[in-house]
């Protein structure tokens, strides 16, 4: 695969300068991307300020949250948005995904590559002035341990999202139709997992730390960024245990998206 | 008359033909709406009251935002900008009778379908598990309904002003996208209105969005009168507002052939 | 024989299930394609054409029998055999539609992993040969189809394959642009060697390219042979459907009567015989014509035809 890594830079640089044909409408894609997540932000901190604290948890401190969940998302859509249910069945439906399987490429790897969604640039780039901007208001001393804790969060978050993308392409391939539940996945598990999880009752949290694990990507390495002790009986090396935990979904995923190929030329769809 | 009931019935026939983008909306609705009542329960936990809500408030304010986000939101948002684009809507302007009331009778019949199909049923189960405010009374539970009816007309009235845009550009959605951002948060869909800052609230509550959806959960939550007069008051503006950009539409479509 | 067949292909069945139960698209075929042959392979639709070349480019499991091309199992090895093969949709771009054309070449290139040098000297020829000059700088979604035609041959071409498919690509295209694409692709097949399955109804693709022809119908091959015996049996008939103006009996010199009905009448007559205009000539001598049509054979009819059994291929 590292031998086609070139190409698929390369597909993907095409693909911006193809984008880039339209500047105007890349430049306001980006800055409503950039602009929703301020305003999202805005609304909690308005919320917060008047609560004073939720679980505990300082606004600030939640704030920070919320900016690394929305940089880890617009992370994996900026890569992951062709994996959509809706654009695989597309492709399935027009027949175009056999152009796909006749380059020499990994299938996965020229969908991926084939379009990058600058629009999510936006959003991550807000969601890393979010979490800088809260972290500094939170009082957080910025050290490399923490710095990488917080790019940890991010990488491992925005490595699940990519997982479920992954494994819902793959199903796609299967029903040929969209569908609105991976979405759910996508934005919900964004939403959930940008409030400590203490707060939720223990099937979401279950569901959101150890099946689909978005809320341990994200909020244990924050334990660490904000120097917060987690809840009794949670051990300090837990926050590292998100990578492994990340890559296995991730993988998961991968081979959900394999059967949905072996599925697709098997029966020719 | 028998044509706008028509044009009403097609679009309620229209819209709940569409059942798996329902399944998955109530599944969508339903798990923000979970992770919503979380968060506020985790609030009011040392606070009884903030803002002049307390967490039955809340609670009443998330539900009734879930029901309603697609007939707010409505996923056939583009279809009138759409239409105007391709030149399809020159022919009905060209009908005779009505086309703004047209376009709102089908508009509603589709809106009336998202609130039996999604509103009601979710609000419902919300009210048996959770310790809704709604009204106890058939009367309260009447101006409810009417208030959601408003909250629908409204939002046709506002997403046919943006999607007229399109009369007069190409770039209807970039404009959109540009604006999108603070409707969100002024329409009470990021968090309640109550809680902006005394200056902020005052100004919001002015504008045409409070209609949408914190107008239906003051109707909820006992301040019926003032939200459904400020419904109403909208309804006739944005009525007048309506037709104002149709004429001029129209003349322009004369003058420059669409 | 000479050489290793460039493409093996024995037993090969395709099955589906559908909602009606189940479809079998290719019920056995088999076939040896030795290395610079010109194929076409032709049938009516729905007959398993596209349902072979799948399974032939490795984007598809057959369910029975053996594929090989280029020696590979396709889809065991369907990467390592994209590099040596080249598709050409006819209706579908592998192009990069918002970009000049120039840089849909240049990632070809990358993706093929062509050295720079050797690619511009083959693109040079494949823009002189294909007037792809100056339509170098335009964005692909602006180029005619005709020109994306040359365009998607070019791309196609670039990294040297050893074997074509070739999807209708003529489809579409005016008189001079399919004379154009039909003078590269004879050239392509003499000069490098390349061989080639175009698949096709276009019959005039067929008689002027391939020297071979293979007609499939129903997943069965029906016809496998030179394109010249086909054109002796069959291809040299044409059909004068003619409305009388009256209902009456028709004898006309050099034609057949293949068919009538009330007063239309459908003469069958032998190309290289009569011509059409003299055919006319002495069908208006003797009667009053209302209403006539001239029909060229398709395929369609020629399976007809094989289907009736007459001449032996």
């Known amino acids: ?269 | 008359m028998r044509a706008y009931l028509a044009l009403l019935r097609a679009g309620f026939q229209r819209q709940t033909s569409y059942r798996l983008a329902l399944a998955a909306g109530l599944l969508t609705n339903a798990f923000f709406g979970v992770v919503r009542t979380a968060v506020f329960y985790a609030l009011y936990r040392e606070r009884d009251q903030v803002a002049g809500l307390d967490v039955a408030d809340a609670l009443t304010y998330v539900w009734v935002l879930e029901g309603l986000f697609a007939v707010v939101w409505a996923p056939w948002f583009w279809e009138l900008a759409e239409a105007i684009r391709s030149g399809e809507f020159v022919a009905e302007l060209l009908r005779p009778g009505d086309p703004y009331l047209r376009l709102l009778a089908f508009d509603l019949g589709r809106t009336l379908s998202v609130l039996v199909t999604r509103t009601v049923p979710t609000l419902t189960v919300a009210a048996l598990l959770l310790p809704l405010r709604l009204p106890a009374t058939l009367g309260g539970l009447v101006l409810l309904g009417a208030s959601l009816v408003l909250a629908a007309v409204v939002s046709f009235q506002l997403r046919f002003l943006f999607g007229s845009a399109a009369f007069w550009t190409p770039d209807y959605r970039s404009l959109f996208m540009l604006v999108f951002p603070v409707l969100w948060l002024l329409s009470g869909f990021v968090v309640p209105v109550d809680f902006f800052p005394g200056p902020l609230r005052a100004l919001v509550d002015w504008s045409p969005l409070i209609p949408l959806l914190m107008a239906p959960v003051r109707v909820a939550t006992g301040a019926a009168g003032a939200a459904l007069a400020t419904q109403v008051a909208w309804v006739a503006l944005l009525w007048l507002g309506g037709r104002a950009v149709l004429a001029l539409a129209s003349r322009r479509l004369v003058v420059h052939g669409g | ?313």
């Open chain 1, 1 to 269: 695969m590292a031998e086609h890594a070139g190409v698929y830079l390369r597909l993907a640089a095409a693909s911006v300068r193809a984008t880039a044909r339209r500047p105007a409408y890349l430049v306001v894609r980006f800055l409503s991307a950039g602009m929703i997540v301020v305003i999202e932000v805005a609304g909690v901190v308005l919320m917060l300020d008047r609560f004073g604290s939720i679980g505990g948890w300082r606004p600030a401190e939640v704030v920070v949250l919320f900016g690394l969940a929305f940089t880890a998302q617009g992370l994996a859509l900026m890569f992951g948005d062709t994996l959509e249910a809706d654009k695989v069945s597309e492709l399935v439906r027009r027949g175009t995904f056999d152009q796909v399987l006749t380059r020499p490429t990994s299938p996965l790897g020229w969908v991926v590559a084939s379009y990058v969604d600058t629009r999510f640039v936006g959003r991550m780039l807000a969601g890393a002035v979010t979490v800088a901007w809260a972290a500094d208001r939170a009082g957080v001393a910025w050290t490399p341990g923490r710095a990488g804790l917080a790019a940890l969060a991010v990488a491992c978050a925005a490595t699940i999202i990519f997982g479920v993308l992954l494994a819902a392409a793959g199903f796609t391939f299967v029903t040929v139709q969209g569908s609105e539940a991976v979405n759910v996945l996508i934005y919900g598990g964004q939403y959930l997992a940008s409030y400590p999880m203490q707060i939720y009752g223990s099937a979401l949290r279950f569901v959101f730390v150890w099946v689909i694990p978005i809320g341990l990507a994200i909020y244990v390495p924050a334990l660490g960024v904000l120097g917060r002790q987690g809840p009794a009986g949670l051990p300090g090396w837990l926050a590292w245990l998100s990578a492994p935990v990340a890559g296995a979904f991730a993988a998961l995923g991968g081979l959900a998206w394999r059967a949905g190929i072996r599925h697709y030329v098997g029966t020719g769809s």
């Open chain 3, 1 to 313: 024989m000479n050489a290793h067949p460039v493409i093996e292909v024995e037993g090969l069945c395709k099955r589906f299930r559908t909602r009606r139960g189940p479809v079998e698209a290719v019920a056995g075929i088999d076939f040896r394609v030795q290395p610079g042959e010109f194929v076409g392979y032709a049938g009516p639709n729905g007959a398993g054409k596209s349902t072979t070349v799948k399974m032939m480019s490795g984007i598809l499991l057959p369910s029975a029998g053996r594929v090989a091309v280029c020696g590979m199992v396709p889809y065991r090895e369907r990467k390592r055999l994209a590099r040596r093969m080249g598709v050409v949709f006819g209706q579908r771009t592998q192009l990069w539609w918002d970009l000049p054309l120039e840089e849909s070449f240049e990632l070809v290139g990358h993706l093929y992993r062509i050295p720079p040098a050797e690619r511009a000297a083959r693109l040079a020829r494949l823009e002189e040969v294909l007037a792809l000059g100056p339509l170098l700088a335009v964005p692909v979604r602006s180029l005619s189809l005709g020109q994306r035609m040359r365009a998607e041959l070019a791309a196609a071409v670039l990294p040297a394959p050893e074997v074509l498919f070739l999807d209708e690509p003529t489809i579409g295209l005016d008189v001079e642009a399919k004379a154009a694409v039909r003078d590269f692709l004879r050239e392509l097949n003499r000069d490098q060697g390349t061989t080639v399955i175009l698949t096709t109804h276009d019959l005039d693709d067929i008689t002027r390219l391939c020297s071979r022809l293979m007609i499939i119908d129903h997943g069965r091959l029906i016809y496998d042979g030179t394109v010249e015996a086909l054109r002796t049996a069959y291809g040299t008939t044409r059909v004068l459907v003619v409305d009388l103006a009256e209902d009456e009996p028709v004898q006309v010199q050099g034609a057949v009567l293949a068919r009538a009905e009330g007063r239309r009448r459908w003469l069958e007559f032998a190309r290289d015989e009569v011509s059409a205009a003299e055919l006319i000539a002495r069908l208006l001598a003797g009667h009053e014509v209302a209403d006539l049509t001239l029909e060229e054979p398709d395929i369609e009819d020629i399976v007809r035809r094989i289907y009736r059994g007459e001449a032996p291929p």
